[in-house]
């Protein structure tokens, strides 16, 4: 039975309750509901019967996504036998750190940011998930050698082994519209990064303002324009490129990097280009920049932002008619397939256990992401699910981008050193929109690198 952590007022309810209660109520009838792959839980329970055993979860959901995770942990539960144990921090990434070099560490660990879990795995604290589980992961996921490498990492050894499993992802290659203001408009939908382009200018040879562009963010100003440069990144360069800036194999002011900088410079040092002009970009909240595609007249007619940001939209708004997306588009002039910018959670075992390799198991079935697709908040890159199963459809047209992806990076801030990802790299672009030159700002970043070697 799920112990599960919530806030005092849940435990006091669960109190009130027979001890029958504690038992986790699953959210679907098994063998109910056509969208859902019910054979693939029948032959995971078949293979696995744990009955009495235990297994720890550590992770990040708290609340409504704890919540979430609960009734997907649930369909273990029934499949098993096993006793599981959730906790949910919002110190995660401090804590997981001082358990796993304390000896106390969960079954499980869930990382937000796969750059902790590489460094807990060169430590010796999580277990290689074996070739086997990095093959399957190659031939069953979109763009599998992506997620692939994104859980592969160095043992303490130095020797490369796979470690991380990914489940639940979040697409950052987005860009949001108003349909009726593009209808009204005559504006067509860019398939390409180059269409993205002449539309920018004649919306503004019409008169109006093509983009709506805010970085602030509290602490964090500047984030919203890592993701254009990374996003942008994708469309002009290699993977490969992509990876060896992440890694600073190549320096941050490597020509190609400046180039891309530049790129999203011509989008937002143009005071035609955007709601407010360039000193808009800087003093508006990324929370309040959507606001203008919803003004009338419209403010602006796109928006480049993650899968969460209807989450700030007006109250009411409906996706697919009030407001929708589309993919960020690739270039034309390069042959880089379809790129994926995205985020996401991988699931690294850290202490050992027969329940643990069980979960894994687990998590490779369609069922374990057909039963959070019909909830909210959840995409895979999983090509065995039925997206029919997603409880919207613009959570399915999001997940078919991540099907039809050919190429998946994860947010590349969140993997570079957080001196550099989570600082000088968002400082960087506020100084890059306020004037300053790419190329120095580029130095300016290596130097920052250079400093923490």
Known sequence: ?????????????????????????????VGEGEQFNWESFEE????HDLSGQKLTIFGPWLSADEELFESIVAY??????????????????????????????PNIAVFPQPGLAANLAEQGHLVPLGEETASWLAENYA??????????????????????????????????YVPENFEDAGYEVPTTLEELKELTQKIVEDGETPWCIGLGSGGATGWPATD???????????????????SNEIPFNDERIVKVIDEFGWFA???????????????????????????????????HQASFI????????????????????????????????????VFAITEESEAARAFIEFLKTPIAHELWMAQSSFLTAHTGVNTDAYAND?????????????????????????????????????DYVGGKSAEDVASDIQKEWDSIK
């Not at 040092?269 to 970009?281: I, L, P, Q, R, W």
Request: aromatic letters at 12%; charged letters at 25%.
């Open 143 to 176: 763009a599998g050698e992506s997620w692939v490498k994104l859980g592969t990492y160095a043992d303490k050894d130095g020797n490369d082994a796979f470690f991380a499993f990914p489940y639940k992802a979040d697409v950052k290659s987005l860009v949001w």
């Open 44 to 47: 995971f329970k078949s293979a």
């Open 394 to 430: 613009a959570m399915k047209k999001q997940g078919e981008i991540l099907l039809e992806a050919t190429t998946f990076r994860f947010d590349a801030s969140d993997l570079m050193p957080g001196k550099i990802g989570a600082g000088a790299f968002w400082t960087g672009m506020i």
């Open 269 to 303: 040092k143009n005071d035609d280009y955007v709601d407010g002009g360039t000193e808009g970009v800087v003093s508006t909240d990324f929370r309040d920049s959507p606001k203008g595609l919803f003004a009338v007249p419209p403010k602006c007619y796109m928006h």
């Open 310 to 345: 209807p989450g700030f939209f007006p109250d009411g708004t409906e996706l697919g008619v009030d407001a929708d997306f589309f993919y960020m588009p690739e270039s034309s002039e390069k042959d880089l397939g379809k790129p994926v910018l995205g985020a996401g959670t």
């Open 76 to 105: 273990f539960e029934e499949a098993t036998g096993v006793d599981v144990d959730y906790t949910g921090s919002d110190s995660f990434e401090q804590q997981i750190v001082i358990d796993t070099q304390a000896g106390s560490a």
């Open 228 to 246: 254009w440069v990374e996003d942008l990144m994708l469309r002009m360069e290699s993977p490969e490129v992509y990876d060896q800036w992440v």
């Open 1 to 29: 039975m799920s112990k599960i952590r919530g806030s005092l007022a849940t435990a006091l309810a669960l109190a009130l309750c027979s001890s029958a209660a504690f038992a986790q109520e699953l959210k679907f009838p």
